[in-house]
């Protein structure tokens, strides 16, 4: 399932950008194409400053023009750059200015507010230097371009002083290539279902989280993750790490401050229906606020809660009551949510569990349903959501005071474990309603159409084999379109809804 998603990832980009050939590492030997903002020119050049560093015969070359502060360059790439197995870049630069900083920026293409960045400054001038920028905590996004900006706030003047050169952008390891994860797919199947374990994470070896099932949020957010909360988040060992079996995410006070972890699979396993069980021990110290929780996948484009929220565990003030809640966008903050008291929440561990359906939500204490709600497709719970576990520290959310005398305390996870359905409901690929000529469809060059030939096509769904709603979208035109890479291979259900009624359409999906 990760393979496939990281597989569609790379097509996905590699069509959109259409652009092959610009991928790290850039050495200027071939043709690169650099934008540039606010005064900057970019061009490739002879190396006019051959040395050891940088014997070779290419090399990029920025001019800062006159009376400009924030002059800089920057490359598309033809992929999204790969910080699940490396941690930093080098680059090499040279300046005939002491002290010259070089901004160096990634971002998504598409949309800019995806970015992070690092600024270094040189410790040599008039002659090459490899400078080394630390990425180890970029936030696991997806990013596909570079942005190089020198000196930023300081006035060029178009002269030789302000010109700059750059070589071999390479992105790389710094501790050499990171051992893949130990497969983790070893719960069990519940007995008398039709459910099978897709992902799960036992935290069995002790040390560090697998990459390739977790990422980190870092810092205190905005406004305390938006609830003024206490602590900050950190991907430091003392934080979280695994150990005797179990994820230990631990919130430490050191002097007036406080330090705990948030782990998310974002971009590394998403997922629509299932159930989702999971062993948890509780903390007990008054003031904590351990949550492990679903969010939309989509939150970078439609913002929360458009974007949807389903709590799992979530326990606030009363240290025997766990909270299961549904948050979604309706005039606002919509949500629902029920509790559920047992005494041995931070003494034992207990089971939680999630019942996803295309129609409710159900919350379960070791298997016993203490909150259910009815979904519908006004509600974004049809579409793929991710992980989330985090310990929390105070807030304005009802986690209430910290302990004066609190020193630290754990949330303990034994497993995670996400299991969906294999049978499921396949729908009829006959037309439901409606006439069947309303509808024609074709496929070129990788793109569906689904055209009607009467009034216009209100929403389009896409269903897998099992009956697993993957997409809904408003269409509010006679032609409707998927393209290929946008669903896995295979066999899929095509249902179109208007005026002319419903119609549904079996294709076999090939890119
Ligand atoms: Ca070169
Ligand atoms: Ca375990």
Not at 1 to 9: A, E, G, R
Not at 331 to 337: E, I, K, P, T, V
């Amino acid at each position: 399932m990760k393979i496939l998603i990281s597989l569609s990832y790379f097509l996905l980009f590699g069509i959109i950008n259409n652009v092959s050939s610009q991928n790290l590492p850039i050495d200027f030997e071939t043709t690169t194409s650099w934008s540039v903002f606010a005064g900057a020119s970019f061009s490739t050049v002879s190396n006019p400053y051959f040395d050891s560093e940088n014997p070779s015969s290419k090399v990029g070359r920025m001019i800062k023009g006159a009376g400009q502060n924030w002059a800089g360059a920057y490359l598309t790439l033809g992929s999204s750059m790969d910080f699940l197995n490396n941690d930093a870049f080098s680059i090499k630069v040279h300046s005939s200015k002491l002290n010259t900083k070089l901004l160096l920026k990634v971002e998504n293409s598409s949309n800019s507010t995806i970015n992070y960045e690092k600024e270094v400054t040189m410790t040599k001038y008039n002659e090459w230097e490899t400078l080394t920028f630390d990425f180890s905590q970029i936030p696991y996004e997806n990013y596909d371009r570079i942005v190089l900006i020198f000196d930023i706030g300081v006035t060029g003047n178009g002269s030789s002083s302000f010109t700059y050169y750059v070589d071999d952008i390479t992105l790389y390891s710094l501790n050499g290539p990171t051992e893949p994860c130990d497969s983790n797919l070893t719960g069990n199947v519940p007995s008398g279902s039709n459910y099978v374990l897709v992902w799960a994470d036992e935290f069995t070896e002790d040390g560090e989280l697998c990459y390739e099932n977790w990422t980190y949020d870092l810092g205190t957010g905005s406004q305390g993750w938006g609830n003024f909360e206490a602590q900050s988040y950190t991907n430091s060992s003392d934080n979280v790490r695994k150990e005797n079996g179990m994820l230990k995410i631990t919130a430490i006070k050191s002097g007036n401050s406080y330090t705990s972890a948030r782990i998310k699979t974002k971009n590394l396993f998403d997922f629509t229906y299932g159930r989702i069980e999971i062993s948890a021990k509780l903390p007990s110290t008054a003031g904590t606020w351990p949550a492990v929780w679903l969010l939309g996948s989509n939150i970078n484009e439609v913002s929360w809660p458009q974007c949807g929220e389903i709590d799992i565990i979530e326990q606030f003030s009363n240290k025997q009551e766990n909270i299961s809640t549904a948050h979604w966008y309706s005039d606002g903050n919509a949500q629902y949510g029920l509790s559920v008291n047992n005494s041995t929440l931070t003494s034992s561990f207990n089971t939680f569990r999630l019942d996803w359906t295309p129609t409710s939500l159900k919350a379960y204490l070791n298997d016993s349903q203490y909150w259910v709600m009815s979904t519908n497709n006004t509600m974004p719970f049809f579409d793929n959501f991710f992980l989330i576990a985090n310990l929390a520290l105070g807030g304005n959310k009802g986690a209430g005071n910290i302990d004066p005398n609190f020193t630290e305390d754990s949330l303990e996870i034994d497993y995670i474990r996400v299991y969906q359905n294999s049978t499921g409901t396949v729908l009829s690929s006959e037309i439901i309603s409606g006439n069947k000529n309303i509808i024609s469809y074709y496929n070129s060059n990788g793109e569906w159409f689904f055209i009607s030939t009467f009034d216009e096509i209100n929403y389009i769904s896409i269903y897998d084999i099992s009956g697993k709603l993957i997409k809904k979208s408003n269409v509010e035109g006679k032609i409707a379109k998927i393209n290929s890479n946008n669903i896995q291979n295979g066999l899929h259900f095509i249902q179109l809804s208007g005026n002319f009624g419903i119609q549904t359409i079996k294709i076999l999906n090939k890119y």
